[in-house]
């Protein structure tokens, strides 16, 4: 019986219904002989010579028999031709000619009906599929209130364990534990402890939160659901409540499980701020998402973790001790973490002989595991790109510049002042941070335009640091004035390629008056109030806790901050102007500077062998004899002077030498690999 009735769901069934309103139409409507069309010419002509038996009039249609019994049609002409009457009267007088009149025919009843009974066929159908369909689960119309958790599917090939997980040791302590209870729970019963009901994983984009949840379901022996937040709200009020219900059902059926929110903060930020209030469709959903996480109803077993990077915006009801007990932070990892997670994402990477790791982890403050994956990913498209068969320290090298700063424009067309505005400009950046006591050292200066700046000068720290000193604060003003200060000495002009580091010199500069207290002048106190801030905006809700008359103070002590760091960037480069001249030219000649490259040119020792380019320089600097006041004439013919022979210095012989060293050494290791 079900067979039969399945069979009757097809497409047949609906075509079959369609055949048989075409075969009532066929029978019910009127049929028409076949009939020989005329024309209104050949209709007077017959009429004239006595050849038409009878003619039907239907409006403007004539209809009528000839004498040798033919059929035939047509249609009157307007105006009609009084001829035509004539003629008509004459042989209706003669009894040679049937005449007669009709009303025209109305439509049938059945053409009547049929759209309606189209419309209710309709309607049949579209209930029959949605019916059926909920019936099997498949359709997303009945099934709004399903919730679309995902059960996590082990699979040994794509498995996630902790020992996937690198440098985060004391997160992975914290998730073993729960792993630990869900396996072994009579251990922790009889000491009277209880497993926290949820765990939220707070940190930046990129640091492994939705990592470590795959680690916790290759880890777990229960069932693990996953879902966004993002998939619990709909536009139809009541849909993401139904949800959560749902979802908590399907987990207390397994007895004990874990469900992992991703990205929580999109159900469960701040109640009020929405414009719908209380009838808010995400508030409805946070408010059945705190009932089933610690409620009247008892869900033994059932661990949530979250994760979000905006832990600011969530509810504080669900931050609350019996909801989400415990908050991990994951961070940013240090340089042993990065070291460890590097090693992880370089497995199944074959790397050089000159790869060091430890000096990768340390070329790379303030990277993400995502990044560091990206980097090696890069990495290796880089070398497959070169053809190489092995990824060279070089190339992760100029991975890392990639994914800081972007692609190298090698290609791009730079005039030759533009050129040496940015040499200058990036020269006294160098320049200053070297001469700083407490700035970390230069790695690399270039101005080849890479992603929208011009060139760059990157400094990577020695060591991770999670403090600045105040004296660190103002010595990174005058590093960041250092580009401008050396347009304005040199060039006697500023250039708008100065505008980054003046935006970021006004932040650094006011958050030491306002949010760190290291004014003299103002003391000790933060000013400006956010705790107030809602989802309308930071500005409409920011209040000002203080008068207009510190207000004043505190924008006289940011510009006394500022002119007093530039006044030192003038100073500085004033007294060292022969090596901002000399680093510049290393960059008009080399265009890109490496850590090793950039001290001999501080230090005036690197080649500068290039008449053509010696010969410009010269004539650019005749032309501006006021750039060279601070430096001597005899001290100007010995930087021009400096050639190969006499330093015994040439950087790109020395890099091939060293290539071609390594390159011997693995000479066997590339043939065996070959073979």
């Known amino acids: 019986m079900k067979k039969n009735f399945r069979a009757f769901g097809g497409v047949g069934f609906y075509l079959l219904i369609i055949l048989v309103i075409v075969i009532v139409m066929q029978f019910a409507l009127p049929q028409n002989n076949s009939n020989t069309s005329l024309t209104f010419t050949e209709v007077y002509k017959n009429l ?32 009609v031709s009084e001829d035509f ?51 099997g689960g498949g359709s997303r119309v009945m099934n709004f209130g399903k919730s679309r958790a995902k059960r996590h599917k082990e699979d040994e090939s794509t498995k996630v364990t902790f020992a996937d997980v690198a440098g985060l040791e004391e997160e992975k302590e914290e998730l073993e534990e729960v792993v630990d209870f869900l396996k072994n729970p009579k251990r922790y019963i009889e000491l009277g402890a209880r497993i926290p009901k949820g ?13 470590l949840s795959k680690a916790v379901a290759g880890e777990a022996g229960v069932p693990f659901y ?61 408010n059945q998402l705190l009932v089933e996480m610690d409620g009247f109803g008892v869900n033994e077993g059932i661990i949530i973790i979250g994760a979000t990077n905006r832990p600011d915006t969530l509810d504080p009801a669900i931050l609350r001790p019996g909801r989400f007990d415990r908050q991990i932070v994951v961070g940013r990892p240090d340089v042993k973490g990065r070291e460890a997670i590097l090693k992880v994402h370089s497995r199944n990477k074959p790397l050089f002989e000159d790869v060091d790791l430890k000096v990768l982890a340390r070329r790379t403050p303030g990277f993400t595991p995502a990044d560091i994956e990206n980097l090696m990913n890069e990495a290796a498209l880089l070398s497959a790109r070169k053809r190489d068969k092995f990824i060279k320290m070089e190339t992760i090298e100029e991975a890392i510049t990639k994914v800081i700063a972007g692609p190298a424009k090698k290609s791009k067309v730079i005039s030759e002042k533009e050129r040496r505005l940015t040499a200058y400009h990036e020269a006294g950046h160098a320049i200053v941070a070297t001469l700083l006591p407490n700035s970390d050292p230069v790695h690399q200066v ?110 006289r002590e940011i510009r006394r901050i500022v002119d007093e760091a530039y006044e030192e960037t003038i100073r500085l480069l004033d007294e ?38 010696e010969e410009k320089i ?35 012989k020395s890099k091939e030498e060293k290539e071609e060293k390594i390159y011997k050494s693995n000479k066997e290791k590339l043939e065996d690999t070959e073979e």
């Open 226 to 286: 996953t879902i966004s937040g993002s998939d619990f709200v709909e536009m139809f009020v009541g849909v993401g409540a139904s949800r959560v219900r749902d979802l908590f059902e399907q987990v207390k059926k397994n007895s004990s499980g874990i469900i992992f929110i991703d990205e929580i903060d999109a159900v469960g930020r701040k109640r009020g701020a929405g414009i719908g209030g209380g009838n808010d469709e995400r508030e409805q959903t946070l």
């Open 618 to 652: 010269s004539l650019e600097k005749e032309e501006e004899p006021k750039t060279l006041d601070t430096i001597s004439l005899e001290k100007e013919d010995d930087i021009n002077n400096v050639s190969d022979e006499n330093l015994e210095i040439n950087i790109q």
């Open 446 to 555: 270039t101005i080849v335009p890479r992603g929208q700046a011009g060139g760059f000068t990157m400094i990577l720290p020695l060591e991770d640091k999670y403090y600045a000193t105040k004296t660190e604060m103002e010595e990174q003003l005058i590093h960041l004035l250092g580009g401008r200060v050396a347009e304005k000495l040199v060039l006697e002009d500023i250039s708008t390629g100065a505008q980054n580091d003046l935006e970021r010199v006004s932040a650094i500069a006011r958050g030491m008056v306002t949010k760190y207290g290291m004014s003299d002048k103002l003391g000790t106190m933060a000013f400006g109030d956010n705790s107030d801030e809602v989802f309308l905006g930071k500005d409409f809700t920011t209040r000002r806790n203080y008068s207009e008359e510190v207000a004043s103070e505190i924008d």
């Open 48 to 79: 004239k010579t006595d050849k038409i038996e009878s003619i039907t009039f239907v409006n403007r249609r004539i209809s009528g028999e000839l004498k040798d019994g033919k059929s035939f049609n047509s249609y009157l002409p307007y105006p």
């Open 199 to 211: 765990i939220l994983m707070v940190g930046p984009p990129g640091t492994g939160k939705t990592y």
């Open 576 to 613: 060292n102007m022969d090596k901002l001249h000399y680093v510049a030219k290393c960059l008009l000649k080399y265009e890109t500077l490496d850590a090793s490259e950039y001290k001999l040119a501080f230090d005036m020792e690197l080649s500068l062998e290039d008449e053509e380019a």
């Open 85 to 135: 009457s004539k003629l008509l009267d004459q042989k209706i007088n003669e009894n040679n000619l049937k005449v007669e009149g009709k009303a025209e025919a109305g439509t049938p009843w059945i053409m009547e009906f049929i759209p309606t009974l189209l419309m209710i066929i309709v309607f049949i159908v579209i209930w029959y599929v949605l019916i059926n369909n909920s019936q």
